[in-house]
Every structure is written in structure tokens, then in C-alpha cells.
């Protein structure tokens, strides 16, 4: 995926994302919440999994139009390794 011209921003840093599924999980520490360092592996492949099914909602409504075909291709890919991972540590 190419980075968007010049001409054409990208949505503000402080939209982008900020109703997506880790947007209020403490990725980041923030408030006493557990960091992805001290996450279970099961639980982590579970967040990643919402998150892809968060980025499946957007590109279904049509969020991000220009860039429909190339998420939607990551998507796929991250569904195929999610479900790698799941099997490989016995998860599936």
C-alpha cells in the first residue's frame, strides 16, 4: 500500500482510530490497564481479532473509499494469520 499523495491528508491523527476497538482497551498503560506486554496470548489474538472485525465495519460503510481495495486485501491477510497463530498455539 502506497502512502497517500501529498494532496490528499489523510483524516486528523485525533479521528483516525479513536472509535476503533483499542482505542479504550489500554494499549498503552493508560490508567492502570494492562499493557500488551502482560497480555495472554489467547487474549491478544482476541483483540487483534476484534480489531480486524472493527476494520472489516469500516471498509463495509465505505470509510476510506480510495483505499477500499488495499484494506480489504489486509484484512484478508490478517484474518489468515490470526487464524495461523490460533492453530499454532492450540487456540483454534
Known amino acids: 500500500m502506497a502512502p497517500p499523495p501529498a494532496s490528499e491528508p489523510l483524516e486528523n491523527a485525533s479521528t483516525v ?3 476503533s476497538p483499542t ?3 489500554g494499549w498503552e498503560g ?6 500488551s506486554e502482560e497480555l495472554s496470548t489467547g487474549e491478544l ?10 476494520l472489516l465495519r469500516q471498509i463495509d ?4 473509499p480510495q483505499w477500499r481495495l488495499d ?3 489486509l484484512e484478508r491477510e ?3 494469520l490470526l487464524e495461523q ?6 487456540e483454534a
Request: aromatic share 6%; net charge negative.
Open 45 to 54: 489474538l482476541e483483540q487483534l481479532r476484534q480489531d480486524r472485525l472493527w
Open 85 to 90: 497463530a490460533a492453530e499454532r498455539c492450540g
Open 30 to 35: 493508560e490508567d492502570g490497564d494492562r499493557t
Open 71 to 73: 484494506l480489504a486485501a
Open 17 to 19: 482510530g479513536s472509535d
Open 23 to 25: 482505542a479504550s482497551r
Open 78 to 80: 490478517l484474518d489468515q
Open 61 to 64: 460503510s465505505g470509510r476510506w
